[in-house]
């Protein structure tokens, strides 16, 4: 590995990437925060205002400081962004993305957008890339990218500096790999950003990764860090359900938002207050609690997820996912099968003796391997065939038995080593979730390893040779997706509308159901809301048949709402149709019914049992509610960055938006505030702009807003 070159000015790094890759420049970054947004956004600057110059930049997740809509939105918007959002630049290319004025000489390719940002965006729409996440280094290369610059932690400085990767080690490593391979030209380029939470592990680089460090200060930034969601009811719903599916001793995969936010919580009820989640859980199921997974977590989950989010901390400083696996196949298969555990003793000497990882008398692999595992100290050396530590030699035999316990005694360590409780390719949360990684003890920030996403989501490698140890690592998996829209046949459809305009991206979620599918103790749920609201009116989630799948019918395995649970493995056409009729809201049933019949995949005297027909919002918050006074069920279980304030606010302005795409709504909401005619607190009115409202519609919503505080 070469030495880099150090710049201390991205000015100069840019002049230097230009001056070295001559013609268009294809440049790759990583998806959401590990993107270098100073020097992508000072190469843009330039290439745009030289159209002789191309660029393309392929990507993921562009993330943008939120930006109101309304005038409203961004009276409201300003100070809470430049309090949670500091100092953060936005890369300008989304803001002409965005704007729809991107020069002709730059285009921008991405394999995942921010939910929902950019439906109407021909550009955006246009240069998706449809890929599995396992398959983007394979995709990026297909661009024929030859620059990639990516955000680096750093510790130290000069000859002493180490980097990582951070949060995105995810796909750069298997990009450099493949494009080198290929003998293709890659200029590789890290921008500190002193910010960036230092990651070990597979994340932890030598400067020399890199062709081209840059130390420039203004590579440091906040890092983005979006607040926490309010978790609605049917997140809870959803999450407690989900929460009953998990197997003590497994392994959890969850994503971000008010839905990972909802299974942690419930994940930390069904620990803590077992009595309270087993009571909850009897509430909100009418075939009762059979099969359901109740009890506290005596082993505790490992976390192996594309995505380490909040809930995952969360879930790790509540002691719920601590169960280590280690990087040694038949020492993990020994830890699952009971016959060894964390603690060293001289029996697991013994053990590992007769399975043949070891010999005796130990050979230097043998003593590396088990100094390396933490199994004997590091202070044992192998000297004239004896082992020895302090001046004190013990003979190197291990079958008989005194001189094991005498080696026992001197020579073993306390615990197993190298333990990880969670394996995470990139992350994303709000700013006290990367200040508890930036201070986290070393010893504990040991046990999260960020790294490669083809370890992650995939059982297979291209070597071959890792499926055996992930197989054992990752018993009684469950893998937990959300979706947009399921089918009556099971096929659900994630990533974009009937018409083909993309929402957000395919991402992992294939690779995912694909090892539910193989791996044989796991299992994968598929999670929605039952309906979705828009200018359209309510919809139900559930439907018949779509016009677009990010997922077939024939991997179809557990799909759970709100409302409930639907175990569709290995069920047939009939039968698959019953359940999720069973867990679809209420107002919609009858029709799903018809549709069925309709279509000859139901028989024609079926009548959907009773037990399942008070599926609606009001039954659901009449069995929730009592717990959420009880405080188990909290509007922000892991906090909030705004105030209580701004809280009230954004719960108005939410009323208001939803009446606008709803006449019948509005005009409701227009009559109640004629009648009572209630007046905002002036700082809220001073906060939104409406202190001194004189227009007649400036009046008008300043007496709408305060008619839904």
């Not at 050396?381 to 003979?395: C, N, P």
């Not at 996403?453 to 998996?477: C, H, M, P």
């Not at 509005?666 to 009648?675: F, H, P």
């Amino acid at each position: 590995m070469t030495s880099p070159l150090f710049i201390d000015s991205i000015e100069a790094a840019v002049d230097h990437v230009l001056d070295t890759v001559s013609g268009d420049i294809v440049l790759g970054i990583p998806l959401a925060i590990g993107k270098p947004n100073p020097f992508v956004n000072a190469l843009y600057r330039r290439i745009k205002a030289n159209p002789a110059r191309r660029l393309r930049i392929v990507t993921a997740l562009s993330l943008e400081k939120p930006v109101g809509k309304s005038e409203l939105e961004q009276h409201f918007l300003g100070p809470l962004v430049e309090r949670v959002f500091e100092d953060y630049p936005d890369l300008l290319y989304v803001k002409d993305l965005r704007a729809g004025a991107l020069p002709p000489n730059v285009e921008v390719r991405e394999f995942f957008m921010k939910t929902g940002d950019y439906l109407g965006n021909p550009a955006a729409q246009q240069n998706y890339i449809s890929t599995n996440y396992t398959f983007v280094a394979r995709d990026m290369a297909v661009q024929g990218m030859n620059v990639i610059a990516q955000a680096v932690a750093a510790r130290g400085e000069g000859e002493a500096m180490r980097l990582s990767l951070s949060s995105n080690p995810e796909v750069t490593f298997e990009v450099v790999e493949k494009l080198r391979n290929a003998g293709q030209p890659l200029l590789t380029v890290g921008v500190v950003n002193r910010k960036m939470p230092f990651m070990p592990n597979g994340a932890e680089v030598e400067p020399g990764f890199f062709d081209l460090v840059i130390t420039d200060p203004a590579g440091t930034h906040a890092v983005f860090a979006p607040p926490n969601n309010k978790v609605s009811l049917a997140d809870y719903a959803i999450g407690l359900h989900a929460a009953s599916l998990v197997a003590d001793g497994g392994t959890l995969q969850i994503g971000i938002g008010s839905l990972g936010d909802a299974i942690a919580q419930a994940l930390i009820v069904r620990d803590r207050q077992g009595d309270a989640f087993r009571a909850i859980l009897e509430s909100l199921c009418p075939d009762g609690t059979a099969g359901r997974e109740l009890g506290r977590f005596d082993q505790g989950l490992y976390g192996c997820s594309e995505m380490f989010v909040n809930g995952f901390l969360k879930l790790i400083e509540a002691g719920i996912i601590r169960r280590e696996v280690f990087g040694d196949v038949l020492l993990q298969q020994l830890v699952n099968d009971g016959e060894i555990d964390e603690v060293v003793t001289p029996a697991m000497l013994s053990v590992l003796l007769r399975h043949g990882r070891i010999r005796s008398p130990l050979v230097p692999d043998d003593l590396r391997w088990l100094q390396h595992w933490g199994i004997l100290r590091p202070e044992v050396t192998l000297e004239e065939g004896q082992l020895a530590i302090d001046g004190k030699r013990l003979r190197n035999d291990l079958v008989d038995p005194e001189n094991l316990a005498r080696i026992g005694e001197t020579m073993l360590g306390g615990r197993l080593a190298h333990g990880i409780f969670m394996t995470g390719g990139f992350f994303l949360g709000p700013r006290d979730f990367y200040e508890r990684l930036r201070t986290m003890p070393p010893q504990e920030l040991a046990k999260i390893d960020m790294t490669r996403i083809d370890f992650i989501n995939q059982l297979y490698s291209e070597d071959g040779t890792q499926g055996a140890l992930k197989r054992v690592q990752r018993r009684k998996a469950r893998f937990m997706n959300t979706t947009m829209i399921v089918t009556l046949l099971g096929a659900a459809c994630s990533d974009a509308l009937e018409s083909g305009q993309v929402v957000s991206g395919v991402g992992g979620q294939y690779n995912f159901v694909a090892m539910a599918h193989a791996l044989p103790d796991a299992r994968l749920l598929m999670m929605l809301r039952a309906t979705h609201d828009n200018k359209d009116g309510l919809k139900s989630s559930i439907v018949w048949n779509y016009g677009h799948v990010t997922i077939p019918r024939h991997l179809r395995d557990i799909v759970v709402t709100e409302y409930g649970v639907a175990d569709l493995r290995g069920q047939s056409d009939g039968e698959v149709i019953k359940r999720l009729i069973a867990i679809a809201d209420s107002r919609f049933q009858d029709e799903l019914v018809r549709q069925a019949k309709a279509h000859g995949k139901l028989e024609a005297g079926y009548e959907l049992p009773e037990r399942y027909r008070h599926n609606l919002p009001q039954a659901l918050e009449d069995r929730l509610e009592p717990w959420v006074q009880a405080g188990l069920l909290p509007d922000f279980p892991f906090g909030t960055d705004l105030t209580e304030d701004e809280l009230k606010i954004v719960r108005a302005l939410k009323k208001l938006k939803h009446a606008s795409q709803h006449p019948a709504e509005m005009v409701t909401l227009i009559l109640k505030s004629l009648w009572e005619g209630k007046e905002a607190p002036l700082p809220y009115l001073e906060r939104l702009g409406l202190a001194d409202a004189h227009s007649f519609k400036d009046l008008f919503v300043r007496r709408l807003f305060a008619n839904n505080l």
